[in-house]
T-cell receptor
Framework: DTGVSQDPRHKITKRGQNVTFRCDPISEHNRLYWYRQTLGQGPEFLTY????????KSRLLSDRFSAERPKGSFSTLEIQRTEQGDSAMYLC???????????FGPGTRLTVL | KQEVTQIPAALSVPEGENLVLNCSFT??????LQWFRQDPGKGLTSLLL?????REQTSGRLNASLDKSSGRSTLYIAASQPGDSATYLC???????????FGSGTQLTVLP
């Protein structure tokens, strides 16, 4: 399968713990995006990478959130000191440099107890 | 700020019916518009992408139209099937921004 993959698919954690999610984009896709989706809502943009450079960050991305894309391949999203309000589906998407269609992964569902 | 609205929030139809899902956006200066399907607890599957210079796109039983001047798009599903049951989301990309702005979706149920 050459689609976008995310790991883990589900994560349950206690408030105050740190969590890290991984996204593997479609091979050779230069652009990688992170979105967050809460129940009954559409996804909301968090941040965007072009190759290894993080070019945009939403105001939703508080200083407890950090994202990286070393070597322009996979990306990680870390949430420090998790809060119950962080409970959501975290979605990763990628797209080729030349085109605009975004392809999404299956998401990581985070539950903060 | 771009806002995207989808009406209705939920729709239930009998199998075989043709149906239309609506999407409206406030900023007409869009780069493109993308329709997605989302099954419960799953990620998003891209259905159709319409560039700002296009009026419509077709894929199988799906047809999406775009009217930039009025800030509207529709997704037409012909001969609906129970397997079409899902949430349908539209999203727009505005100008030089890289991210998509999504509506809240229409939850479609096709009854056998």
């Amino acid at each position: 399968d050459t689609g976008v993959s995310q790991d883990p698919r589900h994560k349950i954690t206690k408030r105050g713990q740190n969590v890290t999610f991984r996204c593997d984009p479609i091979s050779e896709h230069n652009r990688l995006y992170w979105y967050r989706q809460t129940l009954g809502q559409g996804p909301e943009f968090l941040t965007y990478f072009q190759n290894e450079a993080q070019l945009e960050k939403s105001r939703l991305l508080s200083d407890r959130f950090s994202a990286e894309r070393p070597k322009g391949s996979f990306s990680t999203l870390e949430i420090q000191r998790t809060e119950q309000g962080d409970s959501a589906m975290y979605l990763c998407a990628s797209s080729p440099l030349e085109y605009n269609e975004q392809f999404f992964g299956p998401g990581t569902r985070l539950t903060v107890l | 700020k771009q806002e995207v609205t989808q009406i209705p929030a939920a729709l239930s139809v009998p199998e075989g019916e043709n149906l239309v899902l609506n999407c409206s956006f406030t900023d007409s200066a869009i780069y493109n518009l993308q329709w997605f399907r989302q099954d419960p607890g799953k990620g998003l599957t891209s259905l159709l992408l319409i560039q700002s210079s296009q009026r419509e796109q077709t894929s199988g039983r799906l047809n999406a139209s775009l009217d930039k001047s009025s800030g509207r798009s529709t997704l037409y599903i012909a001969a609906s099937q129970p397997g079409d049951s899902a949430t349908y989301l539209c999203a727009v990309r505005v100008g030089s921004a890289r991210q998509l702005t999504f509506g809240s979706g229409t939850q479609l149920t096709v009854l056998p």
